[in-house]
């Protein structure tokens, strides 16, 4: 099967061998995909809707995996039982729905041994979740696609080796810098900025551009809502300029 360059670097984060659970799997290119390259044993593909879930279901058909992939009709990972699948892979919805999946999934995550996930939106809301909750972001990517920049990442639950080095790490830096720099690593990727990802410099610069678009296009507005926006619109730009100087 041949997937898209964004589906493809997504499937490419899934561990070999790993049971996988595709949450919102629409077509099920994913698991069919990571199933024809011999990368996954087995796998569940699961969609809110009926649509998307029978399309799915007529696909693992077409390539004679029914059997080696099931279809399920589930909200998030309501259908998916703990210890089912090793990965759990969301992609292409948005960073909110993807919290809220993960946050009413918890039982299940406790048996799961990495999420594979790619957000349209509210990418900064993600890192913070899975920080939050205890998962280290272990690989990340960037793509560029029609037009648009899609972000991923993998993401691993913390040894204490790893709670220790973060430890270390946050002692020897300034309560600023430390700050500064946790809040740049939220907003555009801490495995981005490490290893000055190639894409990362255009993808920075194409967020300042939208930022001063949108401060252009508030000129000569005073209310107290919209100097609330420029306030946050001139941090962001702070952040970003940072940032692009992390990368180089």
């Not at 696909?59 to 099931?70: F, K, Q, V, W």
């Not at 205890?134 to 991923?152: A, H, I, N, S, T």
């Not at 000569?220 to 926006?229: F, H, P």
């Amino acid at each position: 099967m041949q997937i898209s360059e964004r589906l493809r670097a997504v499937a490419g984060m899934v561990s070999p061998g790993c049971r996988l659970a595709d949450v919102g799997t629409d077509h099920a290119y994913i698991p069919i995909y990571l199933m024809q390259n011999g990368v996954i044993p087995q796998a569940v593909a699961m969609d809110i809707n009926q649509g998307p879930l029978l399309r799915a279901t007529e696909n693992i058909r077409r390539y004679g995996l029914t059997g080696r992939i099931e279809t399920r009709l589930s909200d998030g990972l309501e259908k998916l039982q703990a210890g089912e699948a090793d990965t759990i892979l969301i992609a292409g919805m948005g960073g909110l729905l993807m919290v809220r999946i993960l946050e009413n999934g918890q039982g299940v995550l406790a048996g799961c041994r990495e999420l594979v996930l790619q957000p349209q939106s509210d990418i900064r809301s993600v890192r913070a979740y899975l920080e939050e909750k205890g998962w280290q972001l272990d690989r990340e990517d960037l793509v560029f696609e029609d037009g648009k920049y899609y972000p991923m990442m993998r993401a691993v639950t913390h040894s204490e080796e790893d709670l220790k080095k973060k430890r270390e790490f946050d002692g020897q830096n300034s309560v600023d810098d430390g700050d500064v720099r946790h809040e740049l690593e939220l907003r555009y990727g801490p495995l981005l900025l490490k290893n000055h990802h190639p894409l990362l410099q255009d993808y920075l610069s194409r967020e300042e551009r939208l930022c001063r678009q949108v401060l252009e296009a508030m000129q000569g507005k005073q209310t107290e809502a919209a100097n609330a926006r420029r306030e946050e619109l001139q941090r962001e730009l702070e952040l970003l300029e940072r940032a692009k100087k992390l990368s180089v």
